[in-house]
């Protein structure tokens, strides 16, 4: 069964070092999500991309966070500089592009991040 | 905006007991309606989705989960709860269309415990 594979699985870091998350979404599912969970929450839309375009990062701190997807299939997520407040479970997910709706979101197994 | 509010934090059932986790929405329009189950230290699993339709639908591993619009209500049921059932449960709401992906909004989830 095609999976989202997500790496690192685990990375602890230091405040105000540099960490970037790797996701590579389903074969042919054109839209990638990235969710940040702070423990004891439920999980947070970060950014939203369809193939590599933008669609919603409104709530992506863009001042240390930054989301690329160049060629529309696998996606990198970057914090520089880390910060305490950052210490959450990063997860990736991908879904089909459908032009009504229903399309269900399959999920990685997520990042750990741990800012010391 | 939409939302979604999960009012029990923690649950504890006993192996056999029967099982109600309660989500409730806020949107305007007609929602579509996901429960997810998140083992710890693993990403989300799709138990089962409402989009239209009966109010009624079965999920995996047994769930169920009835759309109650008067209440603006979707609780996840299960007659029988199994040790492997503990693990946490988010109850999401697509708010809206970006792109032709979706937009998921969770709740803070739901910690279910089973004792045996």
């Known amino acids: 069964e095609a999976e989202v594979a997500q790496s690192p699985r685990y990375k602890i870091t230091e405040k105000s070092q540099a960490v970037a998350f790797w996701c590579d979404p389903i074969s042919g599912h054109a839209t990638l999500y990235w969710y940040r969970q702070i423990l004891g929450q439920g999980p947070e839309l970060l950014v939203q991309?369809?193939?590599?375009?933008?669609?919603?990062d409104s709530q992506l701190p863009k001042d240390r966070f930054s989301a690329e997807r160049l060629k529309g299939v696998d996606s990198t997520l970057k914090i520089q500089p880390a910060e305490l407040g950052d210490s959450a479970m990063y997860l990736c997910a991908s879904s089909l592009w459908v032009s009504g709706n229903t399309g269900e979101l399959f999920f990685g197994e997520g990042s750990r991040l741990t800012v010391l | 905006a939409q939302s979604v509010t999960q009012p029990d934090i923690h649950i504890t059932v006993s192996e056999g007991a029967s099982l109600e986790l309660r989500c409730n929405y806020s949107?305007?329009?007609?929602?579509?309606l996901f429960w997810y189950v998140q083992s710890p230290g693993q990403g989300l699993q799709l138990l089962l989705k409402?989009?239209?339709?009966?109010?009624l639908v079965q999920g995996i591993k047994g769930f169920e989960a009835e759309f109650k619009r008067s209440q603006s209500s979707f609780n996840l049921r299960k007659p029988s709860v199994h040790w492997s059932d503990a693990a946490e449960y988010f109850c999401a709401v697509v708010g809206g269309l970006t792109g032709g992906g979706n937009k998921l909004t969770f709740g803070t989830g739901t910690q279910l415990k089973v004792e045996l």
């Open positions: 409402y989009f239209s339709g009966d109010t």
């Open positions: 949107y305007g329009a007609t929602p579509y």
């Open positions: 991309f369809q193939d590599e375009s933008v669609v919603d």
